[in-house]
Structure formats: C-alpha cells, structure tokens
Nanobody, 123 residues
Framework: QVQLVESGGGLVQAGDSLRLSCAAS???????MAWFRQAPGKGREFVAA????????SYRNSVKGRFTISRDNAKSTVYLQMNSLKAEDTAVYYC?????????????????WGQGTQVTVSS
C-alpha cells in the first residue's frame, strides 16, 4: 500500500522559513515527486517537482529563489525548504508521486497523494 505522509507545516510570520517533509512508503522511489498547494477557495496548484535522480527540478514562478525541493532516496523522503515566506504562501501543501520520468506540472501526472499539511503565514 502506497503512503505519502507530509509533516513540517505550521504557523509562521512573513519572512520566516519552514521545511516540509514527505515520507514515502510502498512505492518505488524512482518516482517523480512533487509538491502542490491549495489555498482557501482556490484550486490546487503546482509548487515544485523533482526527478527520480534529483537532477531535474521545476518550480512555479512565484516561489523561484525562495523554495527548494530536494530528495533523499535512501530515506524515501522528499523535502520542500521554504524561505522568505509570504502571506500568499498560506495553503495546504500536498506531496505527490508519479511513475513517469519527465517532470510535469499537472495534477494528472501524479498517481499518489498525501493528506496535506497546513502552512499559515501571518503578515
């Protein structure tokens, strides 16, 4: 059974940092991994993705230079380091895994999803 378990969310002030973690089990970690987020009243949107080797990454424009996605295949864990957080980063953050090798930013490219972790940034 595939499980993705996110952790690390919380309430922070604008300008602070957080690191989200996603522990994966039951799937080959040669999977494409990504983070999405969903703010209140909005649809889920792509945040960042990383290839199975870690050699390729992709970010949405609004987080480039502030967020960094990484993975530790030995620990079956993917991370999202979030710096210089803004109020508009407030959302539930979801970890996702896909079996394709090419990075995609559409939800349709991902087969498995975590339950999400809340990130709230106060201004």
């Amino acid at each position: 059974q595939v499980q993705l378990v996110e952790s690390g969310g919380g309430l922070v002030q604008a300008g602070d940092s957080l690191r989200l973690s996603c522990a994966a089990s039951g799937l080959p970690f040669s999977s494409l991994m990504a983070w999405f987020r969903q703010a209140p009243g909005k649809g889920r949107e792509f945040v960042a993705a990383i290839s199975w080797s870690g050699g390729s990454t992709s970010y949405r424009n609004s987080v480039k230079g502030r967020f960094t996605i990484s993975r530790d295949n030995a620990k079956s864990t993917v991370y999202l380091q979030m710096n210089s957080l803004k109020a508009e980063d407030t959302a539930v953050y979801y970890c996702a895994a896909g079996s394709i090798r090419t990075i995609v930013i559409s939800e349709n490219g991902y087969d498995y999803w975590g339950q999400g972790t809340q990130v709230t940034v106060s201004s």
